[in-house]
């Protein structure tokens, strides 16, 4: 009887566990997808918009709290990413605003964004990886 009501407890602190990632995870991914919502696909029009949406991301992931070390791992390397992609946006969008706009440099520091882009991208599948329970 006794070992029942201790599997019992570490059956509940398990399942206590497991709602708490769930818990963390979705406030995470909620921030992640309406923020998210906000940073249109990046055009030559509209890099400054792209760049200032994911600075604004970038901040917003600064504020969601998690207490899963695992977590926190991937908020902080989520809103770094974000930022660095800002950072290359805004980049292009001032070699492109530049008088005598060298289109070389565009197209490297359009290259570059993209580059962050695919590195965001790999980063976003690990968190859905770590979210919906894969290690």
Known sequence: MRWIRTAALVAAGVLAGCENRVDECNKLIRVINTEGANVKPA????LKEVADAL????????????????????????????????????????????????????????????????????????INGFCGGKP
């Open 55 to 126: 600075d604004a991301l970038a901040k917003k992931m600064e504020a969601v709290q998690v207490s899963i070390p695992e977590l926190k791992k991937y908020r902080d390397q989520y809103r770094d990413s974000v930022a660095d992609m800002g950072k290359k946006a805004h980049a292009a969008a001032d070699a492109k605003a530049e008088a005598n706009a060298d289109p070389q440099k565009i197209t490297d520091a359009k290259t570059a964004y993209n580059a962050a882009v695919e590195q965001n991208n790999k980063l976003t599948a690990d």
């Open 43 to 46: 055009t030559d029009e509209n």
